[in-house]
């Protein structure tokens, strides 16, 4: 076990060794003058907070009990404080402020559960929480591998990363319990990202929320608590309930677009446009009945039909992205094409390098770098590529864990020309919108769809980027939420790269995770 020191105002670590299972009283004297460089003949007197003496046949059982902490004293005036409950810290300090009025030198020890026992009183100081998570890395076996390999790379593989977490979970239920207070998971996943910056989210809130949030009882610590303590019903429980909004099921305030329709007049407008062959009065009367599709959308006894209320939507291409972008803006609609090829697709191949490999994984970073006649094009492979990081997760008996792979069919279908589009959508089945890609091969597409109940809302796009971002769209456009396996893959997309709900939609460990490694990451 290790314990902080400070001499004269220096602080160090000093180790408390174990001889057959019994911490030694003399070593540990012994290793407090080495590590001072104070003379080997110094006597040393070790009394507890309140002044009673410590002698060796106690000195084990003492430091078994609690988070005990000693005072030693190396001249018959001097003391050293080294407080057993941080709650009586102002007492203690009273106590070694008075004995140490005398003493030419100090010595404070402090042990590491005491300064755990800290945590569980109060907000945890940003030196206190990263030495906390630095003496466990450092004093369990494959510790130091945690920190070679971070500073190597300025980030961690998915595999170490689970490492650092099952050491952090090991230290913190053996100095908490297997249930501990929420402080004391707050200061673990803070000291975590003091201590490697470069894995602190900074779109989060504070930053560790995808190791720790206390909003949601959600994160990479509080999902291996779980897995260690399963026995407990309170536990599980905990994380029940959470204050997260946003996504596309969110109602929204609606925004000022002109002059919207209401009542008769509204009518007429979609009576006009649903039989008009000119397609700017079809989007002119769309967007002055905007306001009141929003009202349908979010209706669970309308949304179903909105198809047929307003079915341009059917034959006319651009309507999907005019109604994100009257709820949006501009500048939001038009972030994922801006940022996509520049900043997002290489940043996305080169972290799929590190990947565990398998050979789909590998065709589709073949792909992203060069086309091939047998598969997608290289933009829709780097989309692809993204959902491997980001694959699906069970959530109970609802969904069943299926491959990222598997997910692919659920994000994009290949439909050869000259097949009867009715035939292949009662064939897929699929309720959530979905990219359909209509081509003679899959690199060469004549025409995409997002399909939605089984109906085909052609795209105005005609490159696989432009398709794949109006069917984000199309989630917002007819409040339709992801698909269950597709959800960490479409937050990613929502909230990291168009900026949507930042901080209010509710979002995995693994998304926050993968948006630091990526934005973090330097080609």
């Known amino acids: 076990m290790?314990?902080?020191?400070?001499?004269?105002?220096?602080?160090?670590?000093?180790?408390?060794?174990?001889?057959?299972?019994?911490?030694?009283y003399s070593e540990f004297i012994t290793e407090i003058l080495t590590k001072f460089g104070?003379?080997?003949?110094?006597?040393?007197?070790?009394?507890?907070?309140?002044?009673?003496?410590?002698?060796?046949?106690?000195?084990?059982?003492?430091?078994?009990?609690?988070q005990v902490s000693f005072v030693v004293?190396?001249?018959?005036?001097?003391?050293?404080?080294?407080?057993?409950?941080?709650?009586?810290?102002?007492?203690?300090?009273?106590?070694?402020?008075?004995?140490?009025?005398?003493s030419g030198s100090t010595l404070i020890l402090e042990s590491t559960k005491a300064r755990r026992r800290q945590l569980i009183d109060g907000p945890v100081d940003l030196t206190t929480a990263r030495d906390i998570v630095k003496v466990a890395l450092h004093s369990k076996p494959g510790g130091d591998q945690i920190f070679q390999e971070y500073h190597k790379t300025s980030g961690l593989s998915d595999g170490t990363r689970r490492k650092m977490v099952n050491?952090?979970?090991?230290?913190?239920?053996?100095?908490?319990?297997?249930?501990?207070?929420?402080?004391?998971?707050?200061?673990?996943?803070?000291?975590?990202?003091?201590?490697?910056?470069?894995?602190?989210?900074?779109d989060s809130v504070n930053g560790y929320e995808h190791y720790y949030d206390p909003q949601s009882g959600s994160g990479y610590l509080a999902w291996r608590l779980k897995t260690v303590q399963r026995n407990s019903a309170s536990e599980g429980k905990s994380g029940s309930t959470s204050s997260y909004k946003g996504g596309p099921k969110t109602h929204?305030?609606?925004?000022?677009?002109?002059?919207?329709?209401?009542?008769?007049?509204?009518?007429?407008?979609?009576?006009?446009?649903?039989?008009?062959?000119?397609?700017?009065v079809v989007k002119d009367k769309m967007k002055a009945t905007f306001k009141h599709r929003q009202k349908l959308v979010h209706d669970p006894e309308k949304t179903s039909v909105i198809l047929d209320l307003f079915p341009r939507f059917l034959d006319t291409t651009g309507l999907v992205a005019q109604d994100f972008t009257l709820l949006f803006g501009e500048e939001v609609s038009g972030r994922f094409l801006a940022k996509w090829p520049t900043i997002f697709k290489p940043k996305i191949i080169a972290d799929c390098k590190t990947i565990p490999s398998n050979s789909h994984v590998d065709d589709l970073l073949a792909l992203a770098f060069q086309e091939s006649d047998h598969g997608w094009h290289s933009d829709l492979a780097c989309i692809l590529l993204l959902l491997h990081l980001l694959p699906p997760t069970s959530k109970g008996k609802k969904m069943g864990k299926i491959s990222a792979?598997?997910?692919?069919?659920?994000?994009?279908?290949?439909?050869?020309?000259?097949?009867?589009?009715?035939?292949f959508l009662e064939k897929s089945g699929s309720a959530q919108p979905y990219l359909l890609c209509v081509g003679e091969k899959k690199n060469s597409i004549h025409n995409y769809y997002i399909i939605l109940d089984q109906r085909a809302v052609p795209c105005e796009a005609k490159t696989a980027v432009a398709a794949f971002d109006e069917l984000f769209k199309a989630h917002f456009v007819f409040a339709v939420s992801y698909d269950e396996a597709l959800n960490n893959f479409f937050t990613f997309i929502q909230t990291t790269v168009y900026?949507?709900?930042?901080?209010?939609?509710?979002?995995?460990?693994?998304?926050?995770?993968?948006?630091?490694?990526?934005?973090?990451?330097d080609l």
């Open 2 to 24: 290790l314990v902080p020191v400070e001499y004269k105002e220096v602080r160090k670590w000093v180790r408390v060794s174990k001889k057959e299972d019994v911490y030694d």
């Open 38 to 66: 104070l003379p080997k003949e110094t006597h040393v007197d070790l009394k507890d907070s309140s002044g009673i003496d410590v002698d060796s046949d106690i000195f084990d059982e003492l430091v078994k009990s609690s």
């Open 73 to 102: 004293s190396t001249e018959e005036s001097s003391v050293l404080c080294m407080s057993s409950d941080e709650r009586q810290s102002s007492s203690e300090s009273s106590f070694c402020s008075e004995e140490s009025a005398s």
């Open 167 to 202: 050491i952090l979970v090991a230290d913190m239920v053996e100095g908490h319990g297997r249930i501990p207070p929420v402080n004391v998971r707050i200061s673990y996943a803070l000291g975590i990202i003091t201590l490697f910056p470069h894995l602190k989210d900074l």
């Open 252 to 280: 929204r305030e609606m925004p000022v677009c002109g002059e919207q329709l209401s009542g008769d007049e509204c009518k007429e407008a979609m009576s006009l446009m649903n039989h008009s062959p000119d397609k700017t």
């Open 405 to 423: 792979s598997e997910a692919e069919d659920r994000l994009v279908k290949f439909m050869r020309v000259g097949m009867s589009m009715v035939a």
């Open 499 to 521: 900026g949507i709900d930042v901080g209010k939609a509710k979002e995995s460990p693994r998304v926050k995770e993968i948006r630091v490694r990526l934005l973090r990451r």
